[in-house]
């Protein structure tokens, strides 16, 4: 294949070499661990006098059990809420008053907070974060506002949107109900309600230690200065026992399915089917870079089969994409997603599509597709060093599922090896009937 | 074919990794080029990308007669085909290359950006320059378009704070060019012909209004080669008509527009402050107390922190060119909004009565004046700096005097410009789900 590559270019750099940029293109990582287990990356970067410190806890929504869901992210929410020697909301007073930027996420696998700040202040967000990593206080009289700001926060991004609950409903049939990745990370309401100061500080002292974290530094610093600073501060905090995290093979049972959502509120309708599919670590794994190849030829842009074919082509669509995401510790999906045109329904949209994957399973992908899309990709890569966050979010990703350094330094490579045959294989291998669930959001008959 | 340039591409930025550039302060070169196109750059080798942002004079606010919409629609069609490249053949093209450019309106201007890797650069500014030169608007692609952008105007309507925004925009700008109208947009959206666009992008596309920021892998000389290449061949037209000055006066009133949500979405605004006002930067101190960004403002100590009121609020100062707000926006439960706007309410009298304390505005002005240099972390960032400096008609040694105007300001200049601009009594409240307890008042 890149044999092909190169050729078909007709210039004259050899195909070692094509395939030895390719693994550098990516800036190259510095990574250590201390005695207690944090392992540490570091990503520097001269361009501007800033640095930005992440730390990535091996936890997430997938993690919790049923009747506790939302617990991970309201933890999330309780980390900013004050430890033994800094007030309810100090933290981030400290870093706004110091010019920082910070916030702090929580997704299925992975809890994350981050500080971006002027590079003489990296030791007091070291100093600060290792301190909430050991030293939390969860308080009840914290504890009760925050639950609204919670309730909040979901109502905002789920229950206000119609898409959203649909996702959740598509999650549950995909995933199994009451299993890892088919219940929400920002919880069920009642679930939400019921957690206790108690249920937090539990689920803080399983899961936040430095042996199940990953420190990642970029910017202006260097990797001898990384290490003096994690060694003071996040090195004397004492290792603990973690259970391995457990995540199922399987996903829904009694697939196929499908999913209506008809909603007052929604005014154009959208059509989506999603494929259970594996991750980097769960499932048919050997397919995860070819499914990400594939995912870009199929929808990726407005260039992609599925574009063509739906929206310029047959006029069915107004758009269409695909979508898939390697980086889960479980099973993960790929998705279709189309949205009608005026007059077209959603049952022509399932046919066109339909259509495409037929004729993808039939016919196979040509070479020059294939390599259209590595380059998409890779290119993707290079632009990725022009900010400062995404080196942190794709090491950070990779690491909390399971991935190491050179899996990330090896990627574009990975992607590179991709064949025409390997995609016609992920697509074989992901295209069933048995792993989809299929989902419409439409308008309720009549309503505005 | 594809693969040559990419390949480059890759060596270029293997290249640019294994010699990475010591650390700078931002530079800004005025460049000239010699056909008379201005532009300001940074020069930053430290990733082989240009990033360009750019724009010309004349927006969406003041369209041709029965052409609301006409654009935004002309501005996407720049890229959807332009001299003999079709269509998709356009998008192919600048995909094979990794070249991102594109178009879009707002009120005011008409603005473009381009981003390439500096091994493509030739590609990239040939597109741009085809893109405006030479844009093909085919009848398919032009309807493919407006079916897209009939559809946005109807998706907007699902989503409660794009509603709440565009009530806001109709209420407070009714009777000026800046009012939205959803009606005017779908009727012009329908009628807007392939003449129409073609008449448009020549008003509009024009040398004499033009901003341009670079920043990235290029020098001056180079940059200048290049916008002749893309720039060179526009005419200069005479400036578009504008929008006259908006008149300040807003009566107080609460609308309340129903949705079936379990949240209600809250804008709260107020006249705002000219960009060129000398109390400007007392106003952006007072803004950051009371609703600026990060956990530690006044509003979100009070509606988040201690009452867990909403998941966020915020207030924030907008500019136009013929007009300024100032705007608060927070979303609550339908049975607590009221309790949510009761105290924001408060908090602006409290502002407005009392002031800032003096640890409020030292932690303000260590804030504004720290945050800026941490928010440059990437070329596109440090081109949309460059490019508003100018909008706001500012000089290029501005940077180095801001932190000084922060300080500057004091704690009575805050409760002066509190006082002009904190006016309950003006402010319009825009509420959009099933609030219990707020009733509409006109």
Same mark, same amino acid.
């Given at each position: 294949?890149?044999?092909?590559?190169?050729?078909?270019?007709?210039?004259?750099?050899?195909?070692?070499?094509?395939?030895?940029?390719?693994?550098?293109?990516?800036?190259?990582?510095?990574?250590?661990?201390?005695?207690?287990?944090?392992?540490?990356?570091?990503?520097?970067?001269?361009?501007?006098?800033?640095?930005?410190?992440?730390?990535?806890?091996?936890?997430?929504?997938?993690?919790?059990?049923?009747?506790?869901t939302g617990?991970?992210h309201?933890?999330?929410?309780?980390?900013?809420?004050?430890?033994?020697?800094?007030?309810?909301?100090?933290?981030?007073?400290?870093?706004?008053?110091?010019?920082?930027?910070?916030?702090?996420?929580?997704?299925?696998?992975?809890?994350?907070?981050?500080?971006?700040? /002027?590079? #003489?202040?990296?030791?007091?967000?070291?100093?600060?974060? &290792?301190?909430?990593? $050991?030293? *939390?206080? %969860?308080?009840?009289?914290?504890?009760?506002p925050?639950r609204q700001v919670v309730l909040e926060e979901r109502r905002m991004r789920t229950e206000n949107v119609p898409s959203s609950l649909l996702d959740e409903a598509v999650r549950e049939q995909l995933?199994?109900r009451?299993?890892?990745?088919g219940m929400p990370v920002s919880g069920y309401v009642d679930d939400v309600k019921r957690?206790? /100061?108690? #249920?937090?500080?539990?689920?803080?002292?399983?899961?936040? &230690?430095?042996?199940? $974290?990953? *420190?990642? %530094?970029?910017?202006?610093?260097?990797?001898?200065?990384?290490?003096?600073?994690?060694?003071?501060?996040?090195?004397?905090?004492?290792?603990?026992?973690?259970?391995?995290?457990?995540?199922?093979?399987?996903?829904?049972?009694?697939?196929?399915q499908r999913v209506i959502r008809a909603d007052a509120r929604v005014v154009e309708a959208r059509w989506g089917?999603d494929?259970?599919?594996?991750?980097?670590?769960?499932?048919?794994?050997?397919? &995860?870079?070819?499914?990400?190849? *594939?995912?870009?030829?199929?929808?990726?842009?407005?260039?992609?089969?599925?574009?063509?074919?739906?929206?310029?082509?047959?006029?069915?669509a107004l758009s269409?994409?695909?979508?898939?995401?390697?980086?889960?510790?479980?099973?993960?999906?790929?998705g279709?997603d189309a949205h009608p045109a005026r007059g077209r329904t959603v049952t022509?949209v399932?046919?066109?599509?339909?259509?495409?994957?037929?004729?993808?399973?039939?016919?196979?992908?040509? &070479?020059?597709?294939?390599?259209?899309?590595?380059?998409?990709?890779?290119?993707?890569?290079?632009?990725?060093?022009?900010?400062?966050?995404?080196?942190?979010?794709?090491?950070?990703?990779?690491?909390?599922?399971?991935?190491?350094?050179?899996?990330?330094?090896?990627?574009?490579?990975?992607?590179?090896?991709?064949?025409?045959?390997?995609?016609?294989?992920?697509?074989?291998?992901?295209?069933?009937?048995?792993?989809?669930v299929t989902s419409v959001l439409t308008p309720v008959e009549g309503a505005k | 074919?594809?693969?040559?340039?990419?390949?480059?591409?890759?060596?270029?930025?293997?290249?640019?990794?294994?010699?990475?550039?010591?650390?700078?302060?931002?530079?800004?070169?005025?460049?000239?080029?010699?056909?008379?196109?201005?532009?300001?750059?940074?020069?930053?080798?430290?990733?082989?990308?240009?990033?360009?942002?750019?724009?010309?004079?004349?927006?969406?606010?003041?369209?041709?007669?029965?052409?609301?919409?006409?654009?935004?629609?002309?501005?996407?069609?720049?890229?959807?085909?332009?001299?003999?490249?079709?269509?998709?053949?356009?998008?192919?093209?600048?995909?094979?290359?990794?070249?991102?450019?594109?178009?879009?309106?707002?009120?005011?201007?008409?603005?473009?950006?381009?981003?390439?890797?500096?091994?493509?650069?030739?590609?990239?500014?040939?597109?741009?320059?085809?893109?405006?030169?030479?844009?093909?608007?085919?009848?398919?692609?032009?309807?493919?378009?407006?079916a897209q952008a009939l559809s946005n105007v109807n998706q907007a309507g699902q989503r409660p704070a794009t509603v709440a925004g565009r009530v806001m925009m109709t209420t407070v700008?009714a009777?000026?060019?800046?009012a939205a109208d959803t009606e005017a947009l779908r009727a012009?959206l329908?009628?807007?012909?392939?003449?129409?666009?073609?008449?448009?992008?020549?008003?509009?596309?024009?040398?004499?209004?033009?901003?341009?920021?670079?920043?990235?892998?290029?020098?001056?000389?180079?940059?200048?080669?290049?916008?002749?290449?893309?720039?060179?061949?526009?005419?200069?037209?005479?400036?578009?008509?504008?929008?006259?000055?908006?008149?300040?006066?807003?009566?107080?009133r609460t609308i309340v527009i129903e949705r079936p949500v379990p949240q209600s979405t809250v804008q709260i605004v107020?006249?705002?402050?000219?960009?060129?006002?000398?109390?400007?930067?007392?106003?952006?101190?007072?803004?950051?107390?009371?609703?600026?960004?990060?956990?530690?403002?006044?509003l979100?100590?009070?509606v988040r922190?201690?009452r867990g009121l909403t998941y966020g609020v915020s207030?924030?100062?907008?500019?136009?060119?013929?007009?300024?707000?100032?705007a608060i926006s927070t979303a609550s439960a339908n049975e607590k909004v009221a309790e949510a706007v009761r105290v924001i309410r408060?908090?602006?009298?409290?502002?407005?009565?009392?002031?800032?304390?003096?640890?409020?505005?030292?932690?303000?002005?260590?804030?504004?004046?720290?945050?800026?240099?941490?928010?440059?972390?990437?070329?596109?960032?440090?081109?949309?700096?460059?490019?508003?400096?100018?909008?706001?008609?500012?000089?290029?040694?501005?940077?180095?005097?801001?932190?000084?105007?922060?300080?500057?300001?004091?704690?009575?200049?805050?409760?002066?410009?509190?006082?002009?601009?904190?006016?309950?009594?003006?402010a319009i409240t825009v509420v959009v789900g099933k609030p219990v307890g707020l009733p509409p008042e006109p």
């Amino acid at each position: 294949m890149l044999g092909g590559l190169v050729a078909g270019a007709g210039i004259a750099v050899g195909r070692p070499s094509f395939a030895t940029l390719l693994t550098v293109a990516r800036r190259p990582a510095e990574t250590f661990t201390l005695g207690n287990g944090l392992q540490v990356i570091v990503l520097p970067s001269r361009r501007a006098p800033i640095v930005t410190q992440v730390l990535i806890y091996k936890v997430g929504g997938a993690d919790e059990v049923v009747g506790r869901t939302g617990i991970a992210h309201f933890l999330e929410h309780m980390m900013f809420k004050g430890t033994a020697t800094l007030g309810p909301g100090e933290f981030s007073k400290i870093i706004a008053r110091n010019g920082g930027r910070e916030n702090a996420f929580t997704d299925f696998d992975i809890t994350g907070y981050h500080q971006t700040i /002027a590079a #003489d202040r990296l030791e007091m967000v070291m100093r600060m974060e &290792a301190d909430r990593m $050991a030293n *939390l206080r %969860v308080v009840e009289k914290e504890l009760t506002p925050e639950r609204q700001v919670v309730l909040e926060e979901r109502r905002m991004r789920t229950e206000n949107v119609p898409s959203s609950l649909l996702d959740e409903a598509v999650r549950e049939q995909l995933f199994g109900r009451n299993k890892p990745y088919g219940m929400p990370v920002s919880g069920y309401v009642d679930d939400v309600k019921r957690l206790g /100061a108690g #249920d937090l500080a539990a689920f803080y002292k399983k899961h936040y &230690a430095p042996n199940n $974290a990953v *420190l990642i %530094v970029a910017g202006d610093t260097d990797p001898d200065a990384v290490r003096k600073l994690a060694e003071r501060y996040y090195g004397p905090l004492a290792k603990k026992p973690i259970e391995a995290r457990r995540r199922p093979s399987s996903g829904g049972t009694d697939l196929p399915q499908r999913v209506i959502r008809a909603d007052a509120r929604v005014v154009e309708a959208r059509w989506g089917r999603d494929y259970l599919a594996p991750s980097y670590r769960v499932g048919e794994t050997r397919h &995860a870079y070819a499914l990400s190849v *594939l995912a870009r030829l199929m929808g990726g842009s407005e260039t992609s089969r599925l574009w063509r074919a739906l929206v310029s082509d047959r006029k069915v669509a107004l758009s269409a994409s695909a979508d898939y995401g390697a980086s889960s510790l479980g099973l993960t999906s790929f998705g279709f997603d189309a949205h009608p045109a005026r007059g077209r329904t959603v049952t022509e949209v399932e046919r066109a599509v339909a259509d495409q994957t037929k004729k993808l399973l039939d016919d196979g992908v040509t &070479a020059e597709e294939v390599e259209r899309a590595q380059n998409r990709l890779l290119a993707q890569a290079i632009y990725a060093q022009d900010s400062l966050s995404s080196g942190p979010r794709i090491y950070g990703a990779a690491l909390s599922t399971g991935g190491t350094v050179a899996d990330v330094d090896d990627w574009p490579r990975r992607i590179a090896a991709v064949t025409p045959s390997d995609v016609l294989a992920a697509a074989r291998h992901v295209f069933r009937d048995d792993g989809a669930v299929t989902s419409v959001l439409t308008p309720v008959e009549g309503a505005k | 074919m594809t693969a040559r340039v990419v390949l480059a591409a890759v060596l270029a930025a293997v290249l640019a990794v294994l010699s990475i550039a010591p650390a700078a302060a931002i530079d800004i070169k005025q460049v000239t080029t010699p056909l008379g196109i201005k532009a300001w750059l940074v020069e930053d080798k430290s990733v082989p990308v240009i990033n360009l942002s750019f724009s010309f004079e004349g927006g969406s606010a003041l369209e041709p007669e029965g052409r609301k919409g006409v654009t935004s629609l002309m501005a996407l069609l720049l890229t959807d085909g332009a001299g003999s490249l079709a269509g998709p053949a356009f998008k192919q093209r600048a995909e094979d290359s990794e070249v991102a450019l594109g178009f879009g309106a707002s009120l005011d201007r008409l603005s473009g950006s381009l981003r390439v890797l500096s091994a493509n650069r030739g590609e990239g500014f040939e597109l741009l320059r085809l893109a405006m030169i030479e844009p093909r608007f085919d009848p398919e692609m032009v309807e493919q378009r407006r079916a897209q952008a009939l559809s946005n105007v109807n998706q907007a309507g699902q989503r409660p704070a794009t509603v709440a925004g565009r009530v806001m925009m109709t209420t407070v700008f009714a009777g000026h060019p800046y009012a939205a109208d959803t009606e005017a947009l779908r009727a012009g959206l329908k009628s807007v012909t392939v003449d129409d666009l073609k008449a448009r992008a020549a008003d509009l596309l024009s040398r004499s209004s033009l901003v341009i920021a670079a920043v990235g892998d290029i020098d001056a000389a180079e940059l200048s080669r290049q916008l002749d290449r893309a720039f060179g061949a526009l005419p200069a037209n005479p400036a578009p008509p504008e929008a006259p000055q908006w008149k300040a006066e807003i009566r107080k009133r609460t609308i309340v527009i129903e949705r079936p949500v379990p949240q209600s979405t809250v804008q709260i605004v107020m006249p705002g402050i000219a960009r060129n006002d000398k109390d400007w930067y007392a106003a952006f101190v007072m803004n950051h107390i009371l609703g600026g960004s990060g956990l530690g403002s006044r509003l979100t100590t009070e509606v988040r922190e201690k009452r867990g009121l909403t998941y966020g609020v915020s207030s924030g100062l907008r500019v136009y060119k013929k007009a300024s707000l100032l705007a608060i926006s927070t979303a609550s439960a339908n049975e607590k909004v009221a309790e949510a706007v009761r105290v924001i309410r408060a908090e602006i009298a409290r502002l407005r009565t009392d002031g800032v304390t003096a640890e409020e505005l030292a932690d303000a002005k260590t804030y504004l004046t720290g945050a800026l240099p941490v928010s440059l972390d990437s070329s596109g960032s440090v081109a949309s700096l460059l490019y508003s400096l100018q909008i706001d008609g500012l000089p290029p040694d501005h940077l180095d005097k801001r932190s000084a105007l922060i300080s500057a300001v004091t704690a009575e200049d805050v409760r002066r410009v509190a006082r002009r601009l904190l006016r309950d009594d003006s402010a319009i409240t825009v509420v959009v789900g099933k609030p219990v307890g707020l009733p509409p008042e006109p």
